[in-house]
């Protein structure tokens, strides 16, 4: 059986009907994600028994998704209708791939999520990335690093990012955090725009992560850039988690590692084009 989760635009629903219509087709069970604007029978993520998630949308879909799964480990294929890096189907190769699912002719990849763990022990996933940033923008935060009950630093800053391989190319990226590619076992640690110098560090995936002492006006802990949270603590623990995000993959050409590389090599040219040879 399918899920059905799509963005609530005009584009993405209608690729989502024009889907649904191909699984009608085909005789295959389908739910729809019970937030989703399209008639028919409704369910949630954390009630489905579904086999396969088709995401459909952009990227934010996708990640809402896997935040929305929990502990649940479900293969998703995203099926973009608008620019995505993560989606590796399109309303032009659609039925392929589904077809492909149904002959069981693809693989999962397996990239990690991280939890955030605060305000009495509440947990929050995220697939990108997990900040904390003062509420008020441009406002310092001060904070200290902690790393396996280790102070690393303290800092004060306008927040801090801590990442996995696949967020490294989007907020930590453009915070100049490095990018990191396939799925090794680490994460990076970005400061932004630290009064203290401090620049990223990388650490096993394996380490727990701690910042503490968070004082700040109204700090925020925000999730994959979309779910934002109130620190009524004074501090957030981050680890990696113990259930993966599952992506359907079929080939090398869509594969997400390889879509990820290109837009590394067109940010990077975006950043250097200007610099003269020497740089």
């Excluded at 935040?67 to 620019?83: D, E, F, H, T, V």
């Excluded at 992560?209 to 934002?228: E, H, L, T």
Aim: glycine share 4%; no cysteine; aromatic share 8%.
């Amino acid at each position: 059986m399918y899920y059905i989760k799509a963005r609530n635009d005009q584009d993405s629903l209608e690729l989502a009907k024009t889907v649904l219509s191909y699984l009608k087709k085909k005789n295959l069970a389908f739910e729809i994600d019970a937030n989703t604007k399209i008639s028919g029978s409704k369910n949630s993520l954390q009630n489905t028994n579904a086999g396969h998630i088709l995401a459909i949308g952009d990227d934010n879909i996708i990640l809402e998704a896997f935040r929305n799964l929990g502990k649940k480990q479900i293969p998703l294929l995203g099926i973009a209708s608008m620019q995505s890096f993560l989606a590796q189907s399109d309303s032009a190769l659609f039925q392929q791939h589904i077809d492909l699912i149904e002959r069981k002719k693809y693989s999962t990849l397996k990239r990690s999520r991280i939890v955030a763990k605060f305000n009495e022990s509440q947990k929050y996933p995220a697939l990108n990335d997990i900040g904390i940033f003062p509420a008020k923008s441009a406002s310092l935060m001060r904070y200290s690093l902690n790393i396996n009950s280790s102070q690393l630093w303290k800092d004060s800053a306008d927040g801090i990012i801590v990442s996995t391989p696949t967020g490294s190319t989007g907020y930590s990226f453009s915070a100049y955090g490095p990018i990191i590619l396939g799925e090794p076992e680490i994460l990076s640690i970005t400061p932004i725009a630290s009064l203290e110098k401090r620049t990223a560090v990388i650490v096993s995936d394996k380490s727990s992560i701690r910042v503490a002492d968070v004082q700040a006006n109204s700090p925020m802990v925000i999730m994959d850039g979309d779910v934002r949270i109130p620190l009524k603590s004074s501090f957030v623990e981050i680890e990696k988690s113990k259930y993966d995000a599952l992506f359907i993959q079929f080939s090398k050409e869509y594969a997400i590692e390889k879509k990820m590389k290109k837009r590394t090599a067109t940010l990077a040219s975006a950043h250097t084009k200007a610099l003269p040879p020497s740089a």
